[in-house]
């Protein structure tokens, strides 16, 4: 089958498309609002984007109340999700009020941060401190602003849990991370296999 994207005519139950684009680390992203009020939720568009330096991305439909507190402030981080957690990650995902902490809502332990004034998920077995890089609105192919605002940030400090270290490698197999996948549905890492990049043989 084909259909051009910007119709949406698949004839299908459901859109395909996150479904296809999958799967995506989720990033729990947490914030301190202007006012004090630590916000946390979860975004499925999110991934790292660099090592020279560490950067992140994500992207949010429209200014949020995590956005709008990162525009703010500058500063965001990013709390891993692992299989133990994905029940609690899952219940900040409420369209909570501005004015209440879904740290508090679901009931999820905060930890300070190091380099940035926005908590973190205490129980997380990872966490990313990030400064605001750029914030971007994509315009689309025929010159219109999209409702697509990219968060670039620059990776300050990384916390690990010491049990997630195995042999000086941060163990999936220990930690399980959640991944994002179409529709409804979500995935647990549960296989975990090595392949070496080969050299090229002429």
């Known amino acids: 089958m084909f259909y051009e994207a910007s119709t949406n005519d698949h004839n299908l139950a459901h ?5 296809i684009v999958s799967p995506r680390p989720i990033g729990w992203i947490s914030t301190l609002s202007k006012t004090g009020i630590a916000n946390l939720a979860p975004y499925s568009f999110f991934n790292a984007m660099g090592e020279r330096p560490k950067m992140v991305i994500f992207g949010s439909a429209g200014i949020k109340d995590n956005a709008r507190n990162i525009a703010d402030t500058g500063e965001f981080t990013c709390n891993f999700v692992s299989d133990n957690l994905k029940e609690v990650m899952n219940l ?3 369209d909570c009020p501005p004015d209440v902490s879904e740290f508090d809502y679901a009931n999820i332990e905060k930890a300070d941060g190091k380099m940035v004034a926005c908590p973190r998920v205490a129980k997380a077995f990872s ?6 890089v750029q914030i971007i609105n ?4 025929d010159g219109n602003p999209s409702q697509n605002h990219l968060f670039i940030g620059q990776v300050v400090g990384i916390h690990i849990a010491e049990e997630a270290i195995v042999d000086g490698r941060f163990d999936v197999n220990i930690t399980k991370p959640v991944s994002r996948l179409g529709y409804m549905d979500f995935s647990t890492v549960e296989s975990v296999y090595e392949m070496l ?3 090229y043989k002429e």
């Open 138 to 141: 994509p315009k689309d192919i």
């Open 197 to 199: 990049r080969p050299e």
């Open 15 to 19: 859109d395909p498309f996150k479904a």
């Open 92 to 94: 900040s995902s409420a």
């Open 127 to 132: 966490a990313l401190e990030c400064k605001l």
